[in-house]
C-alpha cells in the first residue's frame, strides 16, 4: 500500500510539473493580458449591437493559442540565452524538462489551431493578420533582440495586432479606428517594455540583449523614451478626435499620457531603477484603463 501511495504522490507530482511547465512555455498571464486587449477591442468595435459571444469566445481561443504558440517558439529560439539570465533561466526548456521536439510540436499546433479558429470562424482576414503577427513576433522579433535595439520597435507592431485583431474580428475591415486603437497600444509598448529593460538591463547584458534605445542606461536612452512617452499625449485623445468615443475617455487618455510622462521625465532626470519601475508599474495600469474608458464612452 505505500509503495502504490508513494507511486501515486510521483505521478501527482510530476502531473503538477508538466502542468507548470506548460503554463510557462505559454506564459499564461502574458498571453491573458495579450487576449483581454483583443477582447475589449472587439466589445468596443461591437457597442450598440447585441454581443454575438460565440464570435466573442473564438476569438479569445484563437488569440489565446496565437498567443501561446508565439511565446513558445520564443523559448525554443532563446533556449541558450535564457538559461543565462535568472529572470528566465527555470523555464522549462532552457532547463531542459522539456525538450525542443516537445516544445515545438505543442507550439506549433496550438499556432496551426489559434490561426485555424480565428479564419474559421471569424473571418480570412483576421486569420492573415493572426498569422502574420505570430510570424513577425516568433522569427522576426526573437532574433533581432541580441542584433540591435531596433527589435523593441518591430515587436511593438505583432504586440500591437490584438487590437487589430479585435476590430476586424467584428468588423471584417480594417478602419481609421482599427488603426487610431493600434496606434495608443503600439506607442504604449516603447515606455512600458523600455522600462523592463533598464530595470532588467543586467541581466539582458548577460544573454546578450539589445533592448535599451541607446544600448545603456544613459540620459540618451531616457531622453528616447520621455520622447516616445509624450507621443501617448496625443494619440490616447485621437478616438475623440475621430469622433467614435466621448471626451470623458478622451481625457482619461490625456492624463494617463501625462502621467506615463511625468515618470518618463522622472527617469530622465535621474536615471535610476526606482523611477524605471515606477514608470512601469503606470505604464500597466495605462493600458487596460484607457482602453475600458474607451469601451465605457462608446457604449
Known sequence: MESVAQHKEVVVGSLKQKVSD????????????????????????????????????????????????????????????????????????????????????????????????????????????????????????????????????????????????????????????????????????????????WILDDDYKRAGFKMLPMYGKDKKSALQILAFTVLLVPIGFLPTLEGFTGIVSGMIGILGGLVLTYYAFRLYRTCDNKDAKKLMFASFIYLPVVQIAYLIDKI
Request: charged fraction near 5%; include cysteine.
Open 22 to 197: 506548460y503554463q510557462q512555455l505559454m506564459k499564461i498571464r502574458l498571453t491573458s493580458l495579450v487576449v483581454f486587449s483583443a477582447v475589449i477591442t472587439y466589445l468596443t468595435a461591437n457597442s450598440g449591437s447585441p454581443i454575438n459571444w460565440f464570435n466573442l469566445t473564438m476569438l479569445a481561443l484563437g488569440g489565446f493559442l496565437v498567443v501561446a504558440s508565439s511565446n513558445g517558439i520564443n523559448q525554443i529560439i532563446e533556449k541558450n540565452y535564457d538559461s543565462l539570465m535568472l529572470r528566465t533561466a527555470n523555464r522549462p526548456v532552457a532547463t531542459n524538462r522539456m525538450s525542443i521536439t516537445e516544445a515545438g510540436i505543442s507550439s506549433s499546433l496550438m499556432g496551426i489551431m489559434g490561426v485555424a479558429i480565428i479564419a474559421f470562424f471569424l473571418n480570412p482576414l483576421c486569420g492573415m493578420l493572426s498569422f502574420a503577427s505570430l510570424i513577425a513576433y516568433a522569427f522576426i522579433y526573437t532574433p533581432l533582440k541580441r542584433v540591435s535595439p531596433i527589435s523593441v520597435f518591430v515587436g511593438a507592431f505583432p504586440g500591437a495586432f490584438p487590437t487589430l485583431l479585435g476590430w476586424v474580428a467584428y468588423s471584417g475591415h480594417i478602419s481609421s479606428e482599427a488603426i487610431i486603437l493600434f496606434g495608443v497600444q503600439f506607442f504604449w509598448q516603447f515606455p512600458h517594455f523600455w522600462s523592463i529593460a
